[in-house]
């Protein structure tokens, strides 16, 4: 009998992380422990930042950055020692100085593994002031 095939949605534009799990990061039930679904959720989020248009967000000379206001996270299937785990994510709304971003982790199979959603403020650095995005930003991709 032929096995049946499970599909899965496409990935989201933007290849965000690619690793996978090591068992130091692991619980004592053997899965990947919160801490480091987060950590890789900011890694996304911090690669999120180039297609947002500002490639040295998190960094010391940054004029501007992401401030992360909410984040939302399901655990859909754990992942395990070993486990490759791929990160994609998209913009999913787009506000004059806000936006809601979708990060969405899943294993090598393409089952769905954590997804994230972000509501983040466009700051300047120093006083974490909001200001708008560019129109560059703001604008839909093309294609």
Same mark, same amino acid.
């Given at each position: 009998m032929p096995k049946s095939? @499970? +599909?899965h949605p496409a990935p989201l534009p933007a290849p965000l992380y690619q690793g996978s799990v090591n068992t130091w990061e692991c619980d004592d039930g053997g899965h990947l422990n919160i801490r480091f679904h987060l950590e890789r959720a900011f890694i996304g989020l &911090? /690669? %999120?930042a180039? =297609? $947002?248009e500002i490639p040295h967000a998190f960094t010391e000379s940054a004029g501007s950055t992401l401030l992360a206001q909410? @984040? /939302?996270v399901r655990f859909i299937k754990e992942a395990r020692p070993g486990a490759p $785990?791929? %990160?994609h994510g998209g913009v999913v709304d787009i506000s004059e100085t806000? &936006?809601?971003l979708c990060l969405d982790m899943r294993h090598h199979d393409g089952a =769905?593994? +954590?997804a994230f959603t972000f509501k983040v403020r466009h700051v300047e650095t120093r006083a974490l002031r909001s200001f708008p995005w560019s129109e560059r930003t703001k604008r839909p991709p093309s294609g």
């Open positions: 095939s @499970v +599909t &911090a /690669h %999120m180039r =297609p $947002l909410e @984040v /939302h $785990l791929i %990160m806000e &936006a809601t =769905p593994g +954590t």
